[in-house]
């Protein structure tokens, strides 16, 4: 079992910044995607971006150029840099890890965060 555990969400006004972090421990040998989904009232979850082992990014159309991702390996611990936040980024955001060594993908509880005008 792998178990996530997210910090960083809260409320902001737009055009304010948050950095959300998410960390990984449990059954771990190595964890190949790490990233983040998110899922307003109403809506699907979608992708707002996902890194790989290696460093390999992808983003959200949404988010491009307003969030970037990272993740340090040896700490199993994904980040997420959020600038120029707009109302409509107000969601429950849920980290997500695939480990190299099982087909599951393991999320998170979530954490929300809420752009206020």
């Known amino acids: 079992q792998v178990q996530l555990v997210e910090s960083g969400g809260g409320t902001v006004q737009a055009g304010g910044s948050l950095r959300l972090s998410c960390g990984a421990s449990?059954?771990?040998?190595?964890?190949?995607?790490m990233g983040w989904y998110r899922q307003a009232p109403g809506n699907q979850r979608e992708l707002v971006a996902l890194?790989?082992?290696?460093?390999?990014?992808k983003y959200g159309d949404s988010v491009k150029g307003r969030f970037t991702i990272s993740r340090d390996n040896a700490k199993n611990t994904v980040y997420l840099q959020m600038i120029s936040l707009k109302r409509e980024d107000t969601a429950v955001y849920y980290c997500f890890a695939n480990p190299a060594s099982s087909s599951a993908t393991f999320w998170g509880q979530g954490t929300q965060v809420t752009v206020s005008s």
């Open positions: 890194i790989s082992r290696g460093g390999t990014t």
């Open positions: 449990g059954s771990i040998f190595s964890i190949n995607n």
